[in-house]
């Protein structure tokens, strides 16, 4: 069993930027990958960062250059910076990874981030 929980979201203007932080907990030996997915109002989850072993990591096109996914290992804590953000960024967003043998994927509960002036 793996818990994570997310911090950092909030209120930001356009423009500014934000680090959200997922710490997790419990057999966090057996993680795999960790990811960020975000949920805006009336739309789909959709992944926004993961990395892999290695520090392997993937972003979607539309956001590569403005997010950044990082990984302490020895605080088990994935990290997203987040920079120039707009209004369209707005959303909950979660933090996911898959850990344990056969493999299952946890959630955490979610961070609301607002960006407006």
């Known amino acids: 069993q793996v818990q994570l929980v997310e911090s950092g979201g909030g209120l930001v203007q356009p423009g500014g930027s934000l680090r959200l932080s997922c710490a997790a907990s419990?057999?966090?030996?057996?993680?795999?990958?960790m990811a960020w997915y975000r949920q805006a109002p009336g739309k789909q989850r959709e992944q926004v960062a993961l990395i892999a072993s290695g520090d392997w990591t993937t972003y979607p096109d539309s956001l590569k250059g403005r997010f950044t996914i990082s990984r302490d290992y020895a605080k088990n804590t994935v990290y997203l910076l987040m920079n120039s953000l707009t209004p369209e960024d707005t959303a909950v967003y979660y933090c996911?990874?898959?850990?344990?043998?056969?493999?299952?994927?946890?959630w955490g509960q979610g961070t609301q981030v607002t960006v407006s002036s």
């Open positions: 996911y990874c898959t850990a344990g043998q056969p493999l299952r994927a946890y």
């Open positions: 419990g057999s966090t030996g057996s993680i795999s990958r």
